[in-house]
Structure formats: structure tokens, C-alpha cells
């Protein structure tokens, strides 16, 4: 009987199961009613009294070896089972689903691009910024409504100096301000970045968004030159048969001043609802570097002059993709994002 016991012992340290079955058939061979164990704890009466004691010792220890061995097994398959059934190793990697890169970056690097072979280089600036970048040296009168609460977001405000105000800055005119305080002219630039208002959230406005600006200042610099750069760059962005006009308007840091229009690229300029019957839309707003910012930050207004413009890139990616909320640049909704997949 000890024999038995001992050769049941080892066989038991060695037992494996793949599955739920196989674990049930080794419960069933070992510790079921008319399994191994209790077959012997029958044939245990007739073990002569003298032997009793030991061979009854080994066979509690088979048995708890057993319900050990057995329920050791199933915590192994049971932890392996979360994840392990479901992951099919056979499955090929390919193809490999790569993300789709935002409507906003798209139509952002496009813009780098075309002004990029027009000669302009990218400049950079602080969202947080103060007062003097965003509003002063950009010839904004002490008492501008822009400066307001209502549309400016405050880090810092400061009693004594407004122009020491820290601020989120409101529009990347502010980065003008750092290139021209920073480099002598030429200066050629783009300067792509967040910006933010003060605004309620709905479908047409938002608390950021986003702009690019840019700044030419050199020597004889014309309204011309403006005109024929923007031109380049409505036919690059719209296609070639687009048109622009000019309509005269008012900035505090651009003398003169303009606003920039497409002719419609929905109905070619003949009026539809889009463009509100008028054949043409919005783009951008332009004009000549007021000599008073130019002075303010450090450059001869007597020998340079330059054209600065600054557009909104939700505005223009809602033009070249009929994007109608533009809430959904900031939802992150995969189903939205995944239609841009084709223009990345
Ligand atoms: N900063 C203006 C805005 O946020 C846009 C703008 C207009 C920029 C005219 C310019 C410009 O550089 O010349 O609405």
C-alpha cells in the first residue's frame, strides 16, 4: 500500500492540463468518489493495525498534495485564460493601422510649405505673454476693448503697468513683435501657433484656436509686394483660378489696412449660400507695418518698410474641407480625424 501511495504522490507532482476538461478529467481520476485516493482510504481497513499510523500519515499527504496540485493548475490556466484564449498568435502584423494627422496640422504644414518657397523662414513665441508684445508695441491704445477682460485671458494682472500684464497671448501678432526686437531686417517669416480668446464655446468660436502670421520688413517694401505674395498663396491653397480682392479696414499695428477675400471656390464667385450670395469669403487680414511699431521695436522706420498678414487656420481648413463646428477640431472623434486619412 505504501507503494502505491508513493508512486501516486509522484505522478501527482507531475500532473499538467491544458483546460478546464482536462483539469475536470484529473479531479474526476483522483479525488472523485471512485477515484485513486478513495479507493485506497477503502482499502485502508486492511492495513494491519501496526501500520495504521503511517500509511494513514501518507495518505492524508497524498491527498492534500493532490487538492494543492490540482488547484494550483487551475490558477495557472485561469490567470493565463484573461487575454491568452483571445490572442490569436497565428494573426499576421500586417497591415499596421497608423494614425491619421490632424485636419488642422495638414492644412498648417501646407501653408509652411507655400510661403516656405516663397522665402520665409518659421519664428516661434510664448503663449503666456505680456501685455507689451501682445497689445503695446503693437500700437493698441491704452483703453483698446481688446485689452479687455471679456476677450483676453489673464495670468497676471498688474495695477501699476498695464504693458506688465501677463497674458495669454490673443493673436500671434506678438511673435512679429519678438523677431523684429531680435534681428535687423531683412526679416522674412512665418509664425504658425495657439492662440486665445475669452469667448463662449459654440460652433463658430472657441477659446483657442489657431493663426499664422507673417511679417516682411526690408527696404522698400510695398503694398504691391503684399498684394502679390497673397495672391501666390490664395492660388497655392484654392487652386489656380482662385481670385482675391482687398477691402480696406482697420488694425491698430498695419497702416493701411485690409482685409483679404477669396472669390468663392463652391460656386466660383457666382453667389451661393456658403459665401452668402456675395461669390466671395474671408481669409485673412493684411496691411503695412505701422511705422510707430516698427519704431517700437527697434527698427528705422525712415529706411524700412514691411507688410505683415495674419489668417486663422480653422478658418482656412473649414474653407478647403466645409468643416460646419469648430468644436470638432478639439473633440478628438476618431471618426472625424479618420476622414482626413487621404490628405495626410
Ligand atoms: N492679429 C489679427 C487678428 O488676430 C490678424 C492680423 C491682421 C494680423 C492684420 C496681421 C495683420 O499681421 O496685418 O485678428
Redesign the pocket.
Known amino acids: 500500500m505504501l507503494a502505491k501511495i508513493e508512486q501516486l504522490l509522484q505522478e501527482v507532482e507531475g500532473l499538467t492540463a491544458r483546460n478546464a476538461e482536462e483539469l475536470e478529467a484529473l479531479r474526476i481520476k483522483y479525488l472523485s468518489k471512485k477515484g485513486a485516493i478513495n479507493e485506497l482510504m477503502a482499502d485502508f481497513r486492511n492495513v494491519p493495525a501496526e501500520h495504521k499510523k503511517e500509511v494513514g500519515i501518507k495518505l492524508n499527504e497524498l491527498k492534500s498534495r493532490t487538492q494543492e496540485r490540482i488547484a494550483a493548475l487551475k490558477e495557472a490556466f485561469e490567470s493565463q485564460d484573461t487575454g491568452m484564449s483571445e490572442l490569436d498568435l497565428t494573426r499576421t502584423a500586417y497591415p499596421v493601422s497608423l494614425g491619421t494627422r490632424h485636419p488642422l496640422s495638414i492644412v498648417r504644414n501646407e501653408i509652411i510649405d507655400i510661403f516656405g518657397r516663397m522665402g520665409f523662414t518659421i519664428a516661434d513665441g510664448p503663449e503666456v505673454e505680456d501685455d507689451l508684445h501682445v497689445f503695446t508695441s503693437?500700437n493698441f491704445a491704452a483703453d483698446h476693448p481688446a485689452r479687455d477682460m471679456q476677450d483676453t485671458f489673464f495670468v497676471e494682472a498688474n495695477q501699476d503697468d498695464v504693458t506688465k500684464n501677463i497674458i495669454l497671448r490673443?493673436?500671434?501678432?506678438s511673435v512679429?513683435v519678438r523677431a523684429m526686437e531680435n534681428s535687423q531686417p531683412p526679416i522674412r517669416i512665418i509664425c504658425p501657433g495657439r492662440?486665445y480668446r475669452n469667448e463662449a464655446i459654440s460652433y463658430r468660436a472657441h477659446c483657442f484656436f489657431h493663426?499664422i502670421?507673417?511679417?516682411y520688413i526690408d527696404k522698400n517694401v510695398s503694398f504691391t509686394d503684399l498684394k502679390q505674395v497673397l495672391l501666390q498663396f490664395a492660388r497655392e491653397m484654392f487652386g489656380p483660378e482662385t481670385k482675391i480682392r482687398l477691402r480696406p479696414?482697420y488694425?491698430p499695428?498695419?497702416e493701411p489696412?485690409?482685409?483679404m477675400d477669396i472669390s468663392c471656390d463652391i460656386c466660383g464667385g457666382k453667389g451661393c449660400a456658403f459665401c452668402k450670395y456675395t461669390g466671395w469669403v474671408e481669409i485673412?487680414?493684411?496691411?503695412m507695418?505701422d511705422p510707430n511699431v516698427l519704431e517700437a521695436c527697434g527698427i528705422d522706420s525712415k529706411i524700412y518698410t514691411g507688410?505683415?498678414?495674419?489668417?486663422?487656420v480653422e478658418r482656412i481648413t473649414n474653407l478647403k474641407y466645409k468643416v460646419k463646428d469648430l468644436r470638432m477640431f478639439s473633440e478628438n472623434d476618431t471618426r472625424f480625424l479618420k476622414e482626413f486619412e487621404s490628405a495626410n
Open positions: 503693437l490673443t493673436h500671434t501678432s512679429q492662440v493663426q502670421e507673417g511679417l479696414s488694425f499695428f498695419t489696412s485690409a482685409e485673412l487680414g493684411c496691411g507695418v507688410y505683415a498678414f495674419g489668417m486663422g
